[in-house]
T-cell receptor, first 115, second 113 residues
């Protein structure tokens, strides 16, 4: 069964450093998403991406965040200068349009720890 | 904010059916009901979705009331591996395809041996 894959599974970084989280969406999907979950809290939407541009973003997705599809298969989330409060599980997801509803499928997540 | 209300937690005996309720009284006519689950901080796993008809797949059944203000997810024979947080999500579908999901706190289902 096709799946969304994410790397790394866990990353520890120092405050102020740049981090890039990588994702390979399901191959025939056209819409890509990032969500995050701070430990013990709800899953929160960050951003959605379609046709090489951001289609929707939340208040959390401020100027320190950026997304990119550098080639035909990868989708990345960059955090420019990490803060302690960026420590969270980051989930990549993808979907395709369809008449019955475009189900969003999630990866297993990248756990980011900022120290 | 999430447009759904779910019980905080439920228990179910192994092998029995688990019935997870969800209220979505403000649902609009073109909004779908989606169910996901999350097992111990893994990625949310899609279970099933529906608009107004009842739906069934290999994982579960979804029963939506006629007025669409509530629904029930049914796991027919719960196993220990079904222990997870279950999220009921109302999601609009415009045809544009990028409508995101708004997660609430969900229902923590514990399947008991």
């Amino acid at each position: 069964e096709p799946e969304v894959t994410q790397t790394p599974s866990h990353q520890v970084t120092q405050m102020g450093q740049e981090v890039i989280l990588r994702c390979v969406p399901i191959s025939n999907h056209l819409y890509f998403y990032w969500y995050r979950q701070i430990l013990g809290q709800k899953v929160e939407f960050l951003v959605s991406f379609y046709n090489n541009e951001i289609s929707e973003k939340s208040e959390i997705f401020d100027d320190q965040f950026s997304v990119e599809r550098p080639d035909g298969s990868n989708f990345t989330l960059k955090i420019r200068s990490t803060k302690l409060e960026d420590s969270a599980m980051y989930f990549c997801a993808s979907s395709e349009p369809g008449r019955s509803g475009n189900t969003i499928y999630f990866g297993e997540g990248s756990w980011l720890t900022v120290v | 904010d999430a447009k759904t209300t779910q019980p905080t937690s439920m228990d179910c005996a192994e092998g029995r059916a688990a019935n997870l309720p969800c209220n979505h009284s403000t649902i609009s006519g073109n909004e779908y009901v989606y169910w996901y689950r999350q097992i111990h901080s893994q990625g949310p796993q899609y279970i099933i979705h529906g608009l107004k008809n009842n739906e069934t797949n290999e994982m579960a059944s979804l029963i939506i009331t006629e007025d669409r203000k509530s629904s029930t997810l049914i796991l027919p024979h719960a196993t220990l591996r079904d222990t997870a947080v279950y999220y009921c999500i109302v999601r609009g579908y415009s045809g544009a395809g990028s409508y995101q999901l708004t997660f609430g706190k969900g229902t923590k289902l514990s399947v008991i041996p």
